[in-house]
């Protein structure tokens, strides 16, 4: 459902997420460099409780789940459209192209512009991607897909540069901040002590919301650039991305579209690895159906 400034998707009356394509305004006026469009949040289980996070004080540029890069070469200048306070850069909802529901899955396509901050004659877009989300019907666990498609948006190249973090990321909720309060599993069995920088198929982060545990998942898309991508699991706040541009620089070319898939899984309870494996078996290698005609 569209109620004008977001997208509200639920399954079997349960909400699963909201989609913000107005901009949201940071706490502080101050600092209205951190207001923001074009991400998700909050992200629900599937008990209702929040498991995301927004404008969290230490680090209030991280949105719910967002794809920003923070460091991008552009017509010779460099910009960043993940930290907002730099001012070089932003990400922000351009329009809604389609939504839609269904007794199998519901769906929702947007388009969103990484915009350079630096030019002198004013602000130009960089990058049109677009985000075809699609949530599965499924309400004892949650399960959605984000595929993401980027194209130049002038006829110059955009680099996006060798860094350790940045990409597709999720922010997990406040309760999570703190050493002790979360951790992460990964399909290797690293944890937030072993697993940064490693290279794994899936990653969850998990800790506990109220009385419960609960967590949530991000499954690599095998056909993904660099797969397995690199990921930056923090030590000390609930946040992890597919850090695909910390092994080198790469470009994206004029007429070329960089695409990006990944599958997330929201639970209540402990995380089970057999089951994210499973889940990510099934991503990545559906069954094939062959209809064959009789001789």
């Known amino acids: 459902m569209d109620d004008g400034e977001h997208l509200n998707v639920k399954v079997a009356e349960k909400p699963v997420l909201t989609y913000n394509h107005a901009i949201v305004k940071a706490p502080k006026r101050d600092e209205a460099y951190y207001d923001k469009s074009g991400y998700i949040h909050p992200l629900y289980t599937p008990s209702g409780k929040v498991i995301s996070d927004d404008f969290n004080p230490d680090h209030p540029h991280q949105h719910g789940i967002m794809l920003s890069w923070r460091k991008i070469l552009f017509e010779g ?7 907002q306070k730099s001012q070089l850069g ?3 909802h351009n329009q809604v192209n389609s939504f839609s529901g269904g007794p199998v899955f519901g769906s929702f396509t947007t388009t969103i512009d990484h915009i350079d901050l630096t ?8 990058l049109k991607e677009v985000w075809q989300v699609r949530v599965y019907a499924l309400d004892e666990q949650f399960l959605f897909d984000i595929r993401s498609n980027q194209k130049c948006a002038t006829d110059q190249p955009v680099t996006i540069d060798k860094i350790h973090y940045g990409g597709m990321t999720v922010r997990g909720h406040a309760d999570w901040h703190g050493a002790d309060a979360y951790n992460y599993l990964t399909s290797e069995g690293k944890d937030k ?6 290279r794994p198929s899936w990653v969850e982060m998990y800790g506990r919301l109220g009385a419960e545990t609960a ?3 991000i499954l690599n898309h095998p056909g993904n650039f660099r797969f397995p991508q690199p990921v930056r699991l923090h030590p000390t706040m609930p946040y992890f991305c597919f850090a695909v541009a910390s092994l ?3 470009i994206i070319e004029p007429g070329k579209s960089f695409v ?6 929201v639970h209540d309870g402990k995380p089970n690895a057999e089951q994210d494996q499973r889940l990510w078996e099934d991503y990545a290698h559906p069954p094939q159906v062959k209809i064959i005609s009789a001789p």
């Open 77 to 83: 200048r460099e910009n960043n459209g993940w930290d």
């Open 90 to 92: 932003k990400v922000e």
């Open 119 to 126: 030019k002198k004659s004013g602000p130009v877009t960089m």
């Open 193 to 198: 002590l072993t697993g940064n920088q490693s």
């Open 215 to 217: 967590g949530i998942a």
């Open 248 to 250: 080198d620089p790469f």
């Open 260 to 265: 990006s898939r990944y599958r997330y899984y």
